[in-house]
């Protein structure tokens, strides 16, 4: 194969195993996000300003069409705002007029930049500013980008949550606060509210809050704990408002969990006792929870395509708490800074990948022939086709997966499809 | 710009990528950026296709932007031409390629590929889907069935058994696996051979024997039909114009196929499937009438209107199309039966008109599916865009006389059953009737509330007059009609006490307005 040989940046003299690849890339683009975004911020509505692919792949990535009307849309643009005849500007501020006529109980708009706004450099921050000052104070008007351009598949909430940090409010106490950073699934944010309360950490937010109204205050004293790995753009920009990041692993699986409490209840000078009593019943639970599904699936091989960049915490916990053996872990990007603690655990005996070519990859993959193999949904069943197993990845982050009560389902995601294997005789 | 939620059709790429996909043996490469190989789920979940599209995607990214997106597209092709060794490759662009203007057709004619490469030229800012399939199926059969100085020639058979090609089938189609099955079983029943099936299952060599047959056959006008003309204008190829949807579309297809291959007339109309005697039997009369509206691509619509009226004995209250390609004939097909049809690619617009309308059956796409779940209403799938539950695993074409059967079970599956319904009317106060119970035959559940307040989906109806007020014994008396005709009813009891300016709507003026009403 000739020719995806683009010459690469060369990586630091660490990891010389690592391969990198540039060919085609089967991921998503950042608007995916928006499908759990826009149920996560209750208030909120998110405006794609794109084409029709953006609305179609929306629609097609979030599978079923639960909602009459979500809160997500797209501006389609035409012909005539691409050849000068309309103003781009006008007619955004039409639809943006349409749409809230429409939804009064919106209070905070997206402008969601794609792949075609941005390469006619359509200038979404001077929208925003500009709604802004007219929508203020019933609606706050704000852009990001989610273009495949800028942004693979997860970074479109990192892009989101950036957007967010110049909104959020100075803190104005002296105290310590902890600030939680990435989108939960409801229930997994109460448990964790629960358990930092017990762990005797008393100032805890979340960042995306569930209503644009109660957005978290951030300064100098704020510690935050990255409850995803693909938050490199917002962890940035809360670190320029003084915030300090708690390195930690992600909090997937019972040691994972713990190690992220932990290393909040440290940063925060907990009593270790105190820490011990709020987590050790939790984590026995999720390790006994565990077991059946390690006796199932230990030392089964796995393969990761590019995806979500929750690989490398993912085959972290597959490998140390399930004992199943990673054959290549690859990931859309690799941010070696946040995955430090995740690298340190899984071990450096195993092959990472970043970024694709995936007929390279597929080609790695028939030969490796892995137990189970983690891609997205246009890979999935044309491998189940050729007798591989498969896992959709997009499953792992539409799933409660991460802390202690969760720490068996997500197991049980990855052993469902052996179950499958063994029950079906046809 | 134009606010959009929900999408009837796809970019044109994704047009392009389902006539490719259809295909064995060509190879589209696709100047996109990261994120719309998204499009390759389509075929493989939403169609459970055990192969991936024979698509490649450059996937270009802001870096590549700055430094030379042609030489990317140039290597990507040359490198999937190796991998692939196609008979044939498309080559285009998708929305956002379309905008860097690296011009894939020359960079193809310049890389001088061993294979014929077709471009494709499909402006995502004015088209769609549709478009997209009919467009890219056109330059296939124009770069490879063009022959040299061939004359055109009237499609007659010489001493040997008739011939046709089936065109218009192709990946991620409503049914068009089982229709093409089916129109082949038939053609074959009346003596036409099939020589080439297109794009669905055709190889680059059996485009090239296109021109072989004596007529074409055109299932999917949407898709094919520019491609027909063109085989009519260049090798005399005639098309049919009939698509086989329905009893009495069949019948004339027959005819229609038979007069194109040479064939006398058939005088037998017995073989006509089940249809004709399931609509005939006495329990079906409580279809008579019933209000259906009917919402899909211009081709099934436009069918679906007929075989509703003519075959089962229901009233048309609503007709429309999303592709306004294919417009007029849906216009003429409402103008009909005293409609004026709904043209619009707005899913509120459709889901308003179909609130309006009241209908007891809808007739549409995997959308009006969702919208008819929420009012409360029935539905059946009849036209794409449909979703991984309208890919049957068992055989259930749309056309011929089979088809016509499927299309009986799955029209009536979604209504209330004659005796039910019946009951239902006599015993409204029984407290197992309720409103939010679902048909009996459709299982336990609820049925969907209307419109959840916090998500208002609904504008106000244009034409509300003045409330009327109803007194409390005619609103009572209201209620113990069936739920799924008393919106009819109140809407004609308001109306009816508007027009006589009647300042309240009493048990009287209900019963007069019915009787009034009444026919």
Redesign the interface.
Known sequence: ????T?PLPKAGCAEPDIIRER??????????GIVWLHRKIQDAFFLV?G???C???L???AG??I????RF???????R??AGM?D?NE??D??VA??LD??P?IKMLFLVGS??S???KLDLSRAAERLSRHYSPEVRVLNYTG????T?FTEGEDRCLAALVPELTDATSEAPELLVVGALADVVEDQFARLFAEIGIERVSFLPPRNSRALPPVGPNTRFLLAQPFLGETARCLTERGARHIPAPFPLGAEGTTAWLGAAARAFGADPMAFRHATAAAEARAKRALQPFRDEMAGKTIFFMPDSQLEVPLARMLSRELGMEPIEVGTPYLHRAHLAEELKLLGSDVQLSEGQDV?RQLDRVRAARPDVTVC???????L??DGLTTKWSIELIFTPIQGYDQASDLAGLFARPFDRKTRLRV | ???????Y???P??GAMRVATAMTDVHYVLHA??????????F???E?????PPV???????R??GSDTAA?FK??L??AH??FKPAAMLVGA???GE??QDDPAGLAKAANLPCPVIPLEL????R?ENWGAGETFYQIVRHLAAREGVEPVAGKPQGRVPRCNILGATALGFRHRDDVMEITKLLKENGIEVAVVAPLGASAADIARLPDADFNVLLYPEIGEQAARWLKRTYGQDYTTTVPIGVGATREFVAEVRRLAGLDALPDRSDAGRLPWFSRSVDSTYLTGKRVFVFGDATHAVAAARVATEEFGFELVGLGTYSREQARAVREAAQAHGLTALITDDY?DV?QAIAEAEPELVLGT??ER??AK?LGIGCAVISAPV?VQDYPARYSPQMGFEGANVLWDSWVHPLVMGLEEHLLGMFREDFEFSDTAKPSHLGPGQRVSE?PA????L?PLAEEGPIRIWSADAEAELKKIPFFVRGKARKNTERFAAERGLAEITLETLYDAKAHFAR
């Open positions: 194969m000739s020719v995806h683009l060919g085609q890339h089967e991921v998503f683009c950042g608007l995916t300003v084409s029709r692919t609305a179609h792949l629609q097609s990535a079923v069409m909602f009459a009307e979500p849309g797209t501006a389609v643009m035409e012909e705002d691409l309309a781009a007619e955004l039409k639809v349409r749409l429409r939804r109980d792949c075609p941005e390469v006619i273009s495949g351009i800028e693979t007929e997205g949904l246009g890979l999935a069943n044309p189940e086709a | 710009m134009q606010l959009t939620v929900w999408t059709e796809g970019p790429h994704v950026p990261q994120g719309d190989t998204y499009a390759d789920l389509l493989t979940m939403i459970r296709r055990e192969k991936r490649t995607y450059t996937t270009f990214k802001a590549d932007l990317l290597s990507t040359e490198s190796e991998r998708s929305c956002t905008l860097i402006p995502s800012y004015q769609k509120l889901e995997q959308m969702h919208i929420r979703h419109a916090a998500e208002p989906a504008r």
